[in-house]
C-alpha cells in the first residue's frame, strides 16, 4: 500500500508540473463572522469558526453581558471539534419549549444525553441505568421547593446503544411533557459507562452545505439526513500538527510550530518550470525512501518532556512495549474497559510478563501533574494491589504497564463462565485481600488514594487466585483537561454513591460505596443493576427486601450450592448493605471493614441504624424521606451545576 504522505508528496509534484492548478487555492476572504460579543467583549469560551456573534457566522450565537456565549438561555461550557456542551441547571419550572432552542439548523443534541422531564401524560422509555436513584433526588428537589410538578420522567434513547446519533425530538415531544428538569450526558465506552456529566447537554454541530469547504490542512467529515432542516452538512478539523478551526471561510489551518512551508514551496513552484521531468522523478524516488525511514520512526515515536526526564527508570520505550505485545495484536488483547484496552506482553530483554494498557486521550491538559501522580501512586507496593510498573506516553495515547495477573479479572469468574466458579473460601479470600488493600490506599500512605472505580471488573486475580485491586486512580484522568464548571462524575453505574452523583466529588466514602456493591456483587454472584423489561433491579435494594424480610442468606449465589459458612454469608452481606448506606455517615470505615471481616469487632445489631435504614439506593420510597434525602441535599444539587 502506498503511504499516505507520499502520496500526497507526489501529488504535490504533480501540481508543481502544472503550475496553474496551485494558484489561487489560498484566496484571502476576510472572516465575515466575528467572535466578538455585541458589548465588545471577547466571549469566554474561546469559541471559533463557524461558531460567532454576527449574522456572517454560520452557527450564530448569542451572549450574556458578561460575555458567556448562549443557546437559548442555557449557557455554553465548551465547543469542540465535534460538539458543544451547554449547561442545563436543575430547574423545576423550566417549560418544556425551552428545548426548541436546542434543536437548531446546525445543532441538535446527540444520542447521548438524557433528558430529565417533569408532568409528563406519556410513559417515556428512559434506559439510563439509575434511574430510579436519579429520580427521586431530582423529584424531592421539586418537591422542597414545594412545587405541583412532581413525577419526574426521564427521556433517553436506547441503553448501551450509542449509535443513535440524535435525541429523536418526535419522540421526546410525543410525551407531553409541561416541564423540562435537566439533562445528563453519559459518556460510554464499549458498553461501560464511565463518566456521567450531571446537568449539562451535549449537541453535535455542523455547517449546512452539500461540499466541503476545509482548509486543504483539514479532515473534512460529512453529514447527512441532519434534523431540523439540516439536510446535509460538514465539519472541518484541522490535521494533527495545525492548528485553527480548518475552514476556508474561518481561519483555515496554520502549522503548529513556525516552519517556513509556504517560502519553499514558492521557489519550488519555480524551479519545477525549469527541471525536467527526470529530475523530478528522481527527486519522488528519493522522498519515497525518506518517507519509509519516517514512516518507520514515526511508527515508533513518542512523546517526551524535559520534565519526564525526572521520572527515569518508570519511563518504558514505546518500540519494547510494541515488540512485548507483538504490534498490540489483536491476540494479546486480555480485554477492554472503559479506560481503554489491555494486552498481554512480554518485556524483551528481561522475560517479564506484563499487561499493557492503552488509555488514548486527546487533552494534553494536566498530563504532567496526571503523570506525576500515576507515578507516586505507582511507588505504592502492596499485596493486594496491581504493580504499576511504568507507562509510557505517544501522542495521543498513554500506556500503562502493569504487573500481569495470570488469573484474569474476577467478573470472569462470577458471571461468564459459570464452570469455573470460586468457591466460597476463595471469594471470602478475595473479599478481604481487595479490602486490605483498598485500606491501605485510604490509610496506608502519606497521601490518601481514593480508588473511585471499585467493581468486579476492576479486581485481578493473581496466581494463588488473591484478589488484587487494579486501575487505581486512572479515573482521575477523566478529571483533568475537563471544563472545572463541568460537574463530571466518573465510575461506573451502579457503583456510584448517590452523594457522588450529585455533587461529582469522589471521597474514601464513595469507595466504602462500591466496595459494599462489590461485596453484594461477590456474594450473590449478581450484577449491581439488572436491566428488567418493566424496571431495573438494584442488587442492593434486592438485597436490602431479602434482609428485611428476615431472609438474607436467599440472597448468595445460587452456583455456591450448600458449601459455604452461613455466618460468613451473613457477615458480607450485612456489611455489603453498611457499606453500601445511601448516607455515607452512616457507612463504615475500611479500617472498621477489615475489623469486621477478620473478626475483631463484633457487626452491630443489625436492627441498628446501621442497615434498617439503609434506605439503600432509594427505590425504597419509605427509606429516602428521611436522613439520605433531606432537603441540604436538594439544595446542594440546585448549586451544583453552577
Ligand atoms: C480562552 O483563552 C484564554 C487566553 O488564551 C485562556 O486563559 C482561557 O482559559 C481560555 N478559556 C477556555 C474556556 O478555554
Ligand atoms: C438570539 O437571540 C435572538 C433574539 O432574541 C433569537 O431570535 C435567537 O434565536 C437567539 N439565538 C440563539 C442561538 O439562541
Ligand atoms: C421559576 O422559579 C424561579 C425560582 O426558583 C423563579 O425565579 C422564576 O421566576 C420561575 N419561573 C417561572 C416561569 O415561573
Ligand atoms: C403536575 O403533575 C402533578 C401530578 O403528578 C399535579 O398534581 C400537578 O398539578 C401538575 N402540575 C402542573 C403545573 O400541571
Ligand atoms: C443501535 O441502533 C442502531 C440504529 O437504530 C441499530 O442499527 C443497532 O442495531 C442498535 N444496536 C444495539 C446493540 O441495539
Ligand atoms: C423518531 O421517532 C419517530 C416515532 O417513533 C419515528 O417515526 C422516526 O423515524 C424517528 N426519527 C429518527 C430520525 O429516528
Ligand atoms: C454490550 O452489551 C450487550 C447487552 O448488554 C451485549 O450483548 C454486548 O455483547 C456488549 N458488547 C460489548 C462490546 O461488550
Request: aromatic share 8%; with cysteine; hydrophobic share 40%.
Amino acid at each position: 500500500m502506498m503511504p499516505k504522505t507520499a502520496l500526497s508528496m507526489l501529488l504535490l509534484l504533480a501540481g508543481m508540473v502544472l503550475p496553474i492548478l496551485t494558484v489561487g487555492a489560498r484566496k484571502a476572504i476576510p472572516p465575515p463572522c466575528s467572535q466578538i460579543c455585541h458589548n465588545g467583549k471577547p466571549e469566554k469560551q474561546n469559541l471559533t469558526y463557524p461558531f460567532g456573534f454576527s449574522p456572517g457566522c454560520p452557527i450564530q450565537l448569542n451572549c450574556t453581558d458578561d460575555g458567556d456565549a448562549l443557546i437559548g438561555k442555557f449557557r455554553v461550557q465548551s465547543a469542540s471539534s465535534e460538539t458543544v456542551t451547554v449547561t442545563i441547571e436543575a430547574q423545576c419550572n423550566r417549560s418544556f419549549e425551552a428545548i426548541a432552542n436546542l434543536y437548531g439548523r446546525n445543532y441538535a443534541p446527540i444520542g447521548k444525553n438524557s433528558i430529565l422531564l417533569n408532568n409528563c401524560t406519556q410513559i417515556s422509555p428512559c434506559n439510563l441505568p439509575n434511574t430510579q436513584v436519579i429520580q427521586a433526588q431530582y423529584q424531592s428537589l421539586c418537591e422542597t421547593k414545594n412545587m405541583a410538578n412532581t413525577g419526574m420522567s426521564c427521556y433517553s434513547e436506547e441503553a448501551n446503544n450509542y449509535s443513535i446519533k440524535f435525541l429523536n425530538r418526535s419522540r421526546l415531544s410525543a410525551l407531553g411533557c409541561k416541564f423540562f428538569l435537566s439533562s445528563m450526558s453519559a459518556e460510554a465506552l464499549n458498553n461501560v459507562s464511565v463518566s456521567l456529566g450531571v446537568q449539562m447537554l451535549q449537541l453535535a454541530w455542523w455547517v449546512n452545505g452539500d461540499e466541503c469547504e476545509c482548509s486543504r490542512d483539514a479532515d473534512c467529515v460529512r453529514l447527512s439526513g441532519l434534523p431540523n432542516g439540516g439536510g446535509n452538512g460538514f465539519r472541518c478539523k484541522c490535521r494533527d500538527g495545525f492548528l485553527g478551526d480548518g475552514f476556508l471561510a474561518g481561519t483555515g489551518c496554520q502549522r503548529a510550530e513556525s516552519s517556513p512551508g509556504r517560502k519553499k514551496e514558492e521557489t519550488l513552484k519555480v524551479l519545477t518550470i525549469v527541471l525536467p521531468l527526470m529530475v523530478l522523478l528522481v527527486v519522488s524516488m528519493l522522498i519515497l525512501g525518506a518517507v519509509y525511514v519516517i514512516r518507520r520512526k514515526r511508527k515508533f515515536a513518542e512523546v517526551l518532556e524535559d520534565w519526564e526526564r525526572d521520572y527515569g527508570p518508570h519511563r518504558f520505550k514505546y518500540k519494547d512495549l510494541y515488540t512485548a505485545t507483538k504490534g498490540f495484536r489483536d491476540q494479546e488483547l486480555l480485554g477492554a474497559g472503559g479506560f481503554g484496552q489491555v494486552y498481554r506482553g512480554i518485556l524483551p530483554t528481561s522475560n517479564i510478563e506484563i499487561a499493557v494498557k492503552r488509555v488514548s486521550h486527546e487533552s494534553r491538559q494536566g498530563m504532567r501533574e496526571f503523570v506525576a501522580e500515576i507515578i507516586s501512586i505507582g511507588r505504592l507496593r502492596h499485596r493486594n494491589l496491581v504493580a504499576l510498573l511504568g507507562y509510557c506516553r505517544r501522542k495521543r495515547e498513554l500506556l500503562l504497564v502493569y504487573d500481569h495477573m495470570p488469573n484474569g479479572s474476577l467478573d470472569k469468574y462470577l458471571y461468564n463462565q459459570p464452570k469455573v466458579t470460586l468457591n466460597w473460601m476463595q471469594r471470602l479470600r478475595v473479599i478481604k485481600g481487595v479490602a486490605s488493600g483498598l485500606l491501605y490506599l485510604h490509610k496506608g500512605w502519606e497521601q490518601v488514594v481514593i480508588h473511585r472505580d471499585i467493581k468486579a471488573s476492576n479486581i485481578l486475580l493473581d496466581a494463588e487466585f488473591n484478589g488484587r485491586l487494579g486501575d487505581f486512580g486512572l479515573a482521575r484522568l477523566y478529571d483533568h483537561g475537563t471544563d472545572p464548571q463541568t460537574t463530571h462524575v466518573v465510575g461506573t453505574f451502579g457503583y456510584l454513591a448517590p452523594e457522588h452523583m450529585r455533587t461529582g466529588k469522589a471521597t474514601t466514602s464513595t469507595d466504602v460505596f462500591a466496595f459494599g456493591v462489590f461485596l453484594l456483587e461477590v456474594a450473590c454472584g449478581r450484577r449491581p443493576i439488572k436491566h428488567g423489561h418493566t424496571e431495573d433491579v438494584i442488587l442492593v435494594d434486592w438485597v436490602f427486601s431479602r434482609w428485611d424480610r428476615g431472609e438474607i442468606l436467599e440472597a448468595r449465589d445460587p452456583k455456591l450450592g450448600l458449601e459455604f459458612v452461613e455466618e460468613e454469608m451473613e457477615l458480607v452481606l450485612k456489611l455489603g448493605l453498611m457499606c453500601s448506606h445511601a448516607n455515607p455517615l452512616m457507612r463504615p470505615s475500611m479500617r472498621q471493614v477489615l475489623q469486621y471481616l477478620e473478626g475483631d469487632l463484633p457487626m452491630p445489631e443489625s436492627s441498628s441504624v446501621g442497615i434498617s435504614s439503609a434506605g439503600s439506593t432509594v427505590a425504597h420510597r419509605e427509606g429516602f424521606d428521611n436522613l439520605a434525602f433531606s432537603s441540604s441535599v436538594a439544595e446542594s444539587l440546585l448549586s451544583g451545576g453552577r
